[in-house]
């Protein structure tokens, strides 16, 4: 199967997947997850109308996005992997929105490149909702008080919440926890759902699902 066909079958899974929970049709964003490919194997989902992608590294896009967003101003980049402090002068020059907001040093460091830059990606805050040690993300008791930190002192407009569940798990909990903290904390957008469990993300009411593998393939 080619690309363009893989693409258009995860499309089409997502709006059945929308539809049968009720929810209209353009509801959910599908953010093709295109890290370690280069940009002659991304420009094909281009081609293909594709326009919301994530990368995990910083690095890594900075030597492919420049010359693929020169070409196509529409592209919206998401940036999905862990940021550290030093590479956020790099992460708001580059990305659009920036999922992976988890710890103080990180909202100070994007609020002051924000305003030196003059610069605002959107900003989702990544939850660990399954508390795994050797995973980023805030713990979920801390998120409203963490979001509260960084609208309140920092001035960030937090967009929404974003996890990734233990992957031996069952995601559906760790979707329903994300969803309920987000009513609490007054926040709009839900970033969860991978190529294995996109379709149990919507039920629970993702607007956003990271798809990858089952697009480009296995890395």
């Not at 490149?113 to 993300?137: F, S």
């Not at 990734?164 to 559906?172: Q, Y």
Request: glycine share 8%.
């Amino acid at each position: 199967m080619e690309l363009q066909e893989r693409l258009e079958e995860v499309r089409g899974r997502i709006a059945a997947a929308a539809r049968e929970t009720g929810r209209a049709e353009g509801s959910v964003q599908l953010v093709a997850v295109s890290k370690t490919f280069d940009a002659d194997q991304i420009r094909p989902a281009i081609e293909a109308g594709q326009r919301v992608f994530g990368e995990n590294r910083v690095q890594e896009s900075q030597g492919k996005w420049p010359a693929l967003k020169a070409e196509r101003p529409d592209i919206v980049l998401h940036l999905i992997g862990p940021l550290q402090s030093n590479k956020a002068a790099d992460a708001v020059a580059l990305f659009d929105v920036i999922e992976t907001v988890d710890r103080e040093k990180i909202a100070r460091a994007l609020a002051e490149e924000m305003k030196r830059q003059d610069k605002r990606p959107r900003l989702y805050v990544q939850v660990n909702t399954g508390l795994e040690p050797q995973k980023a993300g805030i713990a979920p008791e801390e998120v409203a008080s963490f979001v509260a930190l960084c609208r309140e002192e920092l001035g960030l407009s937090i967009e929404g919440l974003m996890c990734i569940p233990p992957a031996e798990e069952n995601p559906g909990p760790h979707f329903a926890l994300l969803a309920k903290l987000a009513f609490k904390c007054g926040v709009e957008k839900l970033s969860m759902g991978m190529s294995g469990d996109y379709e149990t993300a919507i039920a629970f009411g993702a607007t956003s699902v990271r798809v990858g593998s089952a697009i480009f393939g296995a890395r």
